[in-house]
C-alpha cells in the first residue's frame, strides 16, 4: 500500500493529535536510547581500560572515529532509502540492530572485537536521526515542526540525565560489562513496541510545492540539495553549532579539573545536573517559541535559532571567565541555548527539502556535522592549549575554548542567512502567507 497522500497543497498534516503525539514521544525515547548508546563507552572508559589493558589513543580511536565513520558513512545511503521507502520499519529495524550490538559489547575479550562492536554500533544508529526528522516533516505544518522536534532534540540530554546514574551503578557493582547488556536489552523491547504500534505516516509536500515528489535516488537528492542556497548555509550553521557542542563536551571538564580544580566525583555532578535539565528546558523553549512566535511572523522560524546561536557565546564566556558561582550558571545557560537551537535548525533545513529527499538532507548534515564539527573542533581548540601551555599554564585552555564561542557566533550568521534565502524561495514559489 503506498504511503503517498494526494499530491497536493490539499492534503495537509495531522498536527499535534493523541496518535502524532505518541509517535513523537517514542521517536525522542528511541533518539535518547540512541544518546545512551553511543555515549556508555566513554562513561566505562576507566573500567574498559583496566580490563582490556588499552591504551589512551586507542580508547580515543574506538570511542570517537570507529563510531562516527562507520555512523556518517552509512547515514547518508539509509537516509536515501528511507525516502523511497518505509520509514516505519528501519528505524524499527535499526534499533534492534544496534541495541543487540549494544549488548555484544558486553562479551567482547579484545580490541578488535571492541573494534568490530564500534562500527556496527555505529552503522545501526545512522537508521536513527534522518528517518525520524522525515517522519515529523510529515505529522506536523512547517510551524508545528519546530516544537515537535525541540522535543526530539531534548533527547540527548534526558537519556544521559535518566540512564547514566543507574548505568553507573550498574557498572560499579557488577562491572562494565553488564552495563551494557542493561543498556541494550530495553532498546529491543522499544523497537517491537514502535514497530506494531507506530503507523508509517503519508508523506506531504510543504505550501509552495507543487506535489509530493516520486522517489529520487541519492545522487539526485544530494544535487538538489546542494543547489540551494538556504540548505548549504543551513548545513554550514549546524556544522558550527556542532563545532560549538564538540569542544564544550570534550574540554570543559578538563577546564573544571585545571582552572577550578574539581574532583571527578564533583565534575560528573555538575554536569549531569546543570547540563541535564538546562537541555530538557532549552530543547522544549526553543521549538516552542519558534513555533508560536512563527505562527505571526514565519520570520521567527530563523529568528528564534539564530538569536539562540548569538546568546551561546555571552553564556560560554560566563562559563569561562565567571566566579564560583557564575561558572554554574553559564554552563546550564549554554546548554541551554546550544540545545534550544537543534529542533528549529533540523526544521530549517526540512524546509529546504522536497519530501522524498527530507531524510537525506538531514542525513548530508550529520555526516558533515560529525566529520567537520566534531572530527575538527576538539582538534583546533586542543591544539590552541598546547600552543598557549608554555606562556599560560593551566589558564591555556581557558583561552582554547573561545574557539567555541567564536564558532557560534559564526553560526548565527550562517543561520540568518540560511532562514533569509529560504523566505525568498517561497516567495517566489507562492508559498509565503
Known sequence: MSDLRSADNAATPPGWTAR??????????????????????????????????????????????????????????????????????????????????????????????????RFLLGAG?????APSNSIIADLFTAEQRPLALGFLSMATS??????????????????????FIAAGLPGILLAILFFFTVREPARIADLGEQKVAEPV?????????????????????????????????????TFLSRVHHLNQGEIGTFMGFLRGPGGIVGGLAGGWLTMVLGKRDRRWLYGV????????????????FGGPTMWKLGLALETMLVISTIGPLFALLLATAQPRMRSVAIAFFLFVSNMIGQGLGPLISGGLSDILTPA???????????????????ASLCCWGA?????????RSGGHH
Do not use: C
Not at 231 to 247: D, E, H, K, Q
Open 158 to 179: 534526558l537519556g544521559i540525565l535518566v540512564a547514566f546514574p543507574v548505568l553507573g551503578w550498574v557498572s560499579q557493582d557488577y562491572g562494565w560489562r553488564y552495563a
Open 20 to 117: 502524532t503525539a505518541y509517535t513523537v514521544a517514542l521517536l525522542t525515547l528511541i533518539y535518547a536510547f540512541n544518546t545512551v548508546d553511543r555515549n556508555l563507552f566513554g562513561l566505562l572508559v576507566p573500567l574498559i581500560k583496566q580490563d582490556l589493558h588499552l591504551s589512551d589513543t586507542v580508547i580515543g580511536l574506538l570511542s570517537g572515529f570507529a563510531f562516527a565513520l562507520f555512523y556518517a558513512t552509512a547515514a547518508l545511503p539509509i537516509a536515501s532509502f528511507a525516502d523511497r521507502s518505509n520509514r516505519r520499519n528501519i528505524i524499527a529495524v535499526g534499533l534492534a540492530f544496534w541495541s543487540v550490538m549494544t549488548v555484544l559489547h558486553g562479551f567482547v575479550q579484545n580490541i578488535w572485537q571492541m573494534g568490530i562492536s
Open 419 to 427: 532562514g533569509r534565502q529560504i523566505d525568498v524561495n517561497q516567495i
Open 125 to 129: 544508529e545512522a537508521t536513527s536521526v
Open 217 to 253: 535516488n541519492l545522487r539526485q537528492a544530494l544535487a538538489y540539495l546542494l543547489h540551494s542556497r538556504g540548505f548549504v548555509l543551513g548545513i554550514a550553521a549546524g556544522t558550527l553549532v556542532s563545532m560549538n557542542m564538540a569542544i564544550t563536551h570534550t574540554w570543559v571538564p
Open 305 to 320: 535559532p539564530t538569536l539562540g546561536m548569538l546568546l551561546i557565546a555571552p553564556a560560554q564566556l560566563l562559563l569561562l
Open 392 to 410: 599560560l599554564g593551566d589558564e591555556a585552555i581557558r583561552f582554547a575554548m573561545l574557539s567555541a564561542a567564536l564558532a557560534a557566533l559564526i
